[in-house]
């Protein structure tokens, strides 16, 4: 029986376990060579292959071997991942609440988001479900 993928949300990452779980999401598979060269200031290659072992027992990556090397892969749909990140966002930074992270998302000078952007973004929030009240 296959375990289930922890909840992404409860987990507490370091700032380096955040950056290789990017680096193997951007990438979709990614060995650990691969890893450190997508690392902004990279630490050792065993510093990596030590900390992509704790998220494989955090349950996040898992790898398979391709010839002498690891190749890890995410346990958790991006979309899933994302929208928990985007959850811990919101509560750390926003107090929870939908309406002030959507603004401080709209806060952006005019000219970093295009008319066509600006008529989808309108659409999606005409388009999604009423909220309560604060």
Known sequence: ????????????????????????????KASIAEIVA????????DAVRRLAH???????????????????????????????????VMQTFFGGSPRRLVAALLDIKKDELDEPERRRLAAMIAAAPAAEEE
């Open 1 to 28: 029986m296959k375990s289930q993928p922890p909840d992404f949300s409860e987990l507490q990452l370091s700032r380096r376990e955040r950056q290789i779980m990017a680096v193997v999401y951007r990438l979709a």
């Open 54 to 88: 704790i998220l494989e027992e955090k349950g996040l990556l898992r790898h398979e071997q391709d010839g002498p090397r690891n190749v890890y892969h995410p346990t958790i749909r991006r979309e899933k991942a994302s929208r928990s990140a985007l959850d811990h």
């Open 38 to 45: 997508h690392l902004p200031d990279p630490p050792t290659a």
